[in-house]
């Protein structure tokens, strides 16, 4: 089976998403190919948008966070009409038995695509977030992949025919794993801000990581060069590293993240089933992916104040009883998801269709 797989890099979870579920097709014997449709469809475009938005989440995160609740319940009608042109040529040159979304522009193109044509090619959109906003919902949609049940009952609540839509979590790379984490002796301390590694900027609170006894501290500063440069060699208990696509190798000898809750990171530590500190989010998205973490016991929340954020690590990196509950939450919620449903969704839709 064909198939094609829509997304876009505004950040690097829809990315990474793709990526996953691509591997997971492969894997079950699927010819399956990940394409960032914004580049192919308008490849100088592309880089001017993605810098503007790198921009915006960085610098201008009180107008995203007001454009994403203006839009919460609205439609996405209109959305990913200058991606038609470009979808078709795609279209026609991969012929794809099914396509699958990670974004949902994405989504909203592909939906268009379907009504114009009167196709009947399968569109299966992946939530790539704990959250029922509007963005993600468009007609032509024949299944939605979801973190949780209240994003199920949430896209029910907004019209969405409930048996459509199926509990998966967020996809995530094979490569996280449930490790074994030995419970005494010194800790190891990973700290993330994501693919632009949006992560506290004083020296100071490094500095105070740096002082914790017994922990030895990694930071992942992603695509941040300037708080890589300034922050590498600088520690003796600190390892500052620059982006890495070894994520799971870090999550593997952790025993505690200190991370943004995005949902592919929040679900990556859900899979190696690493106890999780959450910074307390700013945009709205990764509100709900914290409130979820939260809510079933796999997180703590804390603040990006160095006091109050070292003084946390410190309570609860030593503490094995919170650590083994997190873990322990994680892997109730992984046992509820089912992770077979992205092939067994795209053969019933493929098979459907070879049938009609």
């Known amino acids: 089976m064909k198939i094609l797989i829509l997304t876009g890099k505004f950040g690097l979870g829809h990315m990474s998403a793709a990526r996953a579920v691509e591997e997971q097709f492969r894997q079950a014997g699927h010819q399956a190919d990940a394409v960032d449709l914004f580049e192919y469809a308008m490849p100088e475009q592309a880089p001017i948008m993605y810098w503007w938005f790198n921009v915006l989440v960085i610098y201008g995160g009180v107008f995203y966070n007001i454009h994403h609740n203006w839009t919460a319940n609205s439609s996405g009608e209109g959305r990913g009409d200058n991606l038609i042109e470009g979808l078709e040529r795609l279209l026609d ?30 569109l299966i959109t992946c939530i790539t977030d704990v959250t029922c906003h509007s963005e993600w919902i468009h007609p032509g949609t024949d299944g939605y992949l979801v973190a949780s049940e209240a994003v199920r009952e949430g896209l029910a609540a907004k019209g969405v025919d409930p048996d459509t839509v199926m509990k998966s979590g967020i ?41 914790l006894p017994g922990v030895h501290t990694t930071v992942l500063t992603g695509r941040n060069e300037r708080l890589y440069r300034r922050l590498v060699g600088k520690f003796e208990n600190v390892e500052v590293l620059p982006f890495t696509r070894d994520v799971d190798k870090y999550m593997d ?18 899979a190696a089933r690493l106890p999780m500190l959450a910074w307390q989010p700013f945009f709205q998205q990764e509100q709900e992916n914290a409130e979820y973490l939260e809510r079933r016991g796999m997180a703590r929340i804390v603040y990006k104040e160095d006091s109050s954020c070292v003084d946390v690590i410190r309570e609860t990196i030593f503490d094995q009883n919170a650590l083994n509950a997190m873990a322990q939450a994680m892997e109730r919620t992984a046992a509820g998801l ?13 098979g459907e269709r070879a049938s009609a």
């Open 253 to 270: 000898r952790a025993h505690l993240v200190l991370s943004k809750p995005g949902g592919i990171t929040s679900f990556e530590a859900i």
């Open 171 to 211: 996809p995530v790379s094979g490569r996280f794993r449930p490790v074994r984490r030995d419970g005494g002796g010194p800790r190891e301390l990973l700290v993330m801000g994501g693919g632009l590694g949006l992560m506290p900027r004083r020296e100071s609170f490094y500095q105070a990581l740096d002082a």
């Open 93 to 122: 040159e991969y012929q794809p038995d099914v396509v699958y979304s990670t974004h949902p522009i994405c989504s909203a193109a592909m939906a268009r695509y379907k009504d114009d044509n009167a196709s009947d090619l399968p």
């Open 338 to 350: 089912d992770r077979g449903a992205i092939c067994n969704i795209v053969a019933e839709l493929a």
